[in-house]
Each structure stands twice: as C-alpha cells, then as structure tokens.
C-alpha cells in the first residue's frame, strides 16, 4: 500500500547530541513537509520540499536542516541549536505541479522526540 | 498567507449534527478550503476540500460562504470517533507552503 513511513517512533536524543528523523513516501508525491507540534497545540512548520535538491524553511526552521536527495525521502536533522526539541514530529507529502492546488496532503504517523 | 480564524473548542452531543465553522477573510479567490482532523496521538488526515460551491463526501460536507470569506463543516451525525482537532486551512495556489492553524477541538457527548 502507498503511504509515508516515519522512523522512528520514539526517539532520545542527548545534549549537545544530533539526531535524524527518517521519512519516506512511495506516492510519487513532489511536495514533502515537516511539522512541529507541541503538547495541546497544532502543527508548525519546519521546512519544506517542493522538488528534488531543493527546500525553504518554515515557520520555525532555526535549529534543524533538511535535505532532499532523492523523492521519496526527505530526513530532518535537529540540531543541538534546537535548544528545546521534545516534541512531536509529522512528516507529509503532496502531489506537486501541475494538479497541486486542490490535491490532500498525507501524513505518517509521527516521531516523538524526547530529551534525556 | 490567508488567515483563519476558529473556535479553540467545541462540544456536542452524539448522533447530532455538528457544524465547524472557519472565518478566512483574507483568501484570494484561487485558492482552496481544505480541512483536516487529527485524532489523539496521530497525524492530520484529510477530510474535505472546495471553492467555491459546496461538497459532499462519505465523511463530511462542506459550505462554503458566496463571498468565500468563511465556510463551515458539517458532521451530520457526530459519533464518539469524531472527537479530534479540526483544521481549516486555505491552501494557495502560488506555492506548496502550507500552514495549519490551532484548530478547533471538538468533544462528543455520549
């Protein structure tokens, strides 16, 4: 079945510890998103992909990186300049041009990031 | 980005109809409504989207506003699997940026 897998589930990271968060989609989608969302509150935008070898920054990009080698994969690093990083991560992908304007995103399931 | 406007939080009783309403005043006319729910502990899934004229699908219905500044989802009977967060977003037409809001939770009533 096509959908977006998000590893890991649950994660720790370290101080002054990196970490990456996977996500692949297998809908051929253009457009890939990553999300911040903090206890009782909604999503936030990290980055996002429009096309292969390209990506702009979000709302709150300050402390994570992204790359986007390749199409189906799309990975958030946190930075250890992300000084407050618990959180639940949610990746999500979209049909790009030219049909894109009426077209649903897609969701994984999540990562949660917690400090040790 | 278009602004939206809903209320924080929103009760009803089971097997009632539920109307969700969204204020988007500052849409441009190309660009559609989409709403989202996300059940606890899951990602966002889709629900419903339109522009102009209003939608029907096996999950909700959509009315959207003549002057598109506001629509409003309609659950027409609300079970206890309906209680989420609902998310009404414009989504642009220039550019895949997408930005979601607070939402507005919903609680149901047995």
């Known amino acids: 079945d096509g959908g977006i897998t998000q590893s890991p589930k649950y994660l720790f990271r370290k101080e002054g510890q990196n970490v990456t968060l996977s996500c692949e989609q297998n809908l051929n989608h253009d457009a890939m998103y990553w999300y911040r969302q903090d206890p009782g509150q909604g999503l936030r935008l990290i980055y996002y992909?429009?096309?292969?070898?390209?990506?702009q920054k979000g709302d709150i990009a300050e402390g994570y990186s992204v790359s986007r080698e390749k199409k189906e994969s799309f990975p958030l690093t946190v930075t250890s300049a992300q000084k407050n990083p618990t959180a639940f991560y949610l990746c999500?992908?979209?049909?790009?041009?030219?049909?894109?304007?009426?077209?649903?995103?897609?969701f994984g399931d999540g990562t949660r990031l917690s400090i040790l | 980005d278009a602004k939206t406007t809903q209320p924080n939080s929103m009760e009803s009783n089971e097997e009632e109809p539920v109307h969700l309403p969204c204020n988007h005043s500052t849409i441009s006319g190309t660009d559609y409504i989409h709403w989202y729910r996300q059940l606890p502990s899951q990602g966002p899934e889709y629900v419903i989207h339109g522009l102009t004229s209003n939608v029907n699908n096996r999950m909700a219905s959509l009315a959207i506003a003549e002057d598109r500044k506001s629509s409003t989802l309609i659950l027409h009977r609300a079970t206890l699997r309906d209680a989420a967060v609902y998310y009404c977003i414009p989504i642009m037409n220039r550019d895949d940026k997408i930005i979601f809001g607070k939402g507005t939770r919903l609680h149901i009533l047995p």
């Open positions: 999500a992908s979209r049909q790009g041009w030219p049909r894109r304007f009426n077209q649903p995103q897609h």
């Open positions: 992909s429009q096309i292969v070898n390209d990506f």
